[in-house]
């Protein structure tokens, strides 16, 4: 049995603060603040548009912040040489929502690729490495199959063995369930679950699927029109009482009027009239 996590420690490994993001004169993030500890895995949750996606951009580096400051362990991206974003970019690992291989190599080709492209070890080494993480993820025999060979779950595997290959400080997820069926989903979960136990990782989440969020997660964010709205435990986001996290949680429509309106018409298509 492998030993119990860590609990997360105090000390951020990323800190978001004030960041404020704009496209083409619409504000996308307002303002944000928010800490990721050390060994924690972040959840962090949203309706279409509120922002998540962007959030995300800034803390792995990919967009640097228009104003305010995003710091991973104590380096900021606003700021900081392009040496140092690459230094921080390669102490993220990042699987895509939808997975992102490339069809024309081969699976381990694919989780080599960053090996290849980043370090200067012995192909063996890397041949090696390689099979190491692909068998974390249960995907050993698999490694010589095109990407277009393997099951939905298999790919998103294959994704997160990529995002291993370097040995990352931070693993960060798109949508992991998205397209999943809910045993395959429950799989990757557990999955999820085990790579941080077994590497004290700090992961990061970005899901709709509130089994999957309630599942994997320490603490959640919530996000609504580009702010913050809730941080905390599980427990602290499923009691609180805030309108849109309840609306979130429940399923609820926007408008219930017109909610209604569709189901009174689907009852008059169903027996017969189209009126």
């Known amino acids: 049995m492998p030993p119990a996590p860590e609990p997360a420690r105090a000390d951020p490994v990323i800190s978001v603060r004030d960041v404020t993001v704009s496209y083409n004169g619409r504000r996308v993030l307002d303002g944000i603040n928010l800490d990721i500890l050390r060994g924690e895995t972040m959840v962090l949750l949203g309706g279409s548009g509120s922002g998540k996606s962007t959030l995300l951009r800034q803390i792995i580096g990919l967009e640097r912040p228009q104003s305010g400051e995003v710091l991973v362990n104590g380096v900021d991206l606003a700021k900081c040489t392009a040496r140092e974003l690459k230094s921080v970019r390669r102490s993220i690992g990042m699987a895509f929502q939808n997975s992102a291989l490339f069809n024309s190599m081969s699976v381990e080709d694919n989780v080599a690729l960053p090996l ?118 599980k427990e602290e986001l499923r009691s609180n009482p805030h309108p849109r996290i309840r609306q979130f949680f429940d399923r609820v429509p926007d408008n219930i009027a017109d909610a209604a309106a569709v189901d009174k018409y689907l009852q008059r298509y169903l027996e017969g009239d189209p009126q």
């Open 116 to 233: 290849r492209e980043h370090t200067r070890l012995a192909e063996s080494t890397i041949r090696l490495m390689t099979w190491m993480k692909l068998a974390v993820v249960g995907l050993a025999e698999f490694g010589k199959l095109s990407p277009q060979a393997l099951s939905g779950g298999m790919k998103k595997r294959a994704a997160v063995a990529r995002a291993l290959s370097l040995d990352p400080e931070l693993l960060v997820f798109d949508e992991p369930s998205a397209g999943l069926d809910p045993i395959v989903a429950a799989e990757l979960d557990q999955l999820i679950l085990g790579l941080k136990r077994a590497f004290n990782m700090t992961v990061v989440v970005v899901t709709h699927e509130m089994e999957s969020a309630f599942r994997i997660a320490d603490r959640m964010a919530m996000l609504y029109r580009g702010s913050l709205i809730a941080v905390g435990t």
